[in-house]
């Protein structure tokens, strides 16, 4: 009858999402600022840690750029495949 539809906007943070995968799956990378992308001249961070975010690190910045800003940063190549793998639903 009076129902009324309640709009809710949810914002989430992914940024991380896919590093903190790469962390979770790889014990040595954790605390260690992580990026997803590759180390390469035209390369760009797909996404970013947290502890690569306290350097000013973050997704679609050109990787060069994101090596300038922390040069103890460490680059895990995107593994589409292995991450569907991974997922369940």
Same mark, same amino acid.
């Given at each position: 009858?009076?129902?009324?539809r309640v709009? +809710?906007?949810?914002?989430?943070?992914?940024?991380?999402?896919?590093?903190?995968?790469?962390?979770?799956?790889n014990?040595? $990378? =954790?605390?260690?600022?992580v990026?997803?992308?590759?180390p390469? +001249?035209?390369?760009?961070?797909?996404?970013?840690?947290?502890?690569?975010?306290?350097?000013? &690190?973050r997704?679609? =910045?050109?990787?060069? &750029?994101?090596? =300038?800003?922390?040069?103890? $940063?460490?680059?895990?190549?995107?593994?589409?495949?292995? =991450? +569907?793998?991974?997922?369940t639903y």
């Amino acid at each position: 009858m009076g129902e009324e539809r309640v709009r +809710k906007i949810i914002h989430i943070d992914m940024d991380a999402f896919y590093a903190s995968v790469e962390q979770r799956d790889n014990p040595t $990378l =954790r605390g260690r600022p992580v990026v997803v992308g590759y180390p390469a +001249k035209r390369g760009v961070v797909a996404a970013a840690s947290y502890e690569a975010g306290r350097f000013g &690190v973050r997704s679609a =910045r050109p990787s060069t &750029v994101a090596m =300038r800003k922390c040069a103890e $940063l460490v680059f895990v190549p995107p593994s589409l495949c292995a =991450r +569907k793998k991974r997922q369940t639903y």
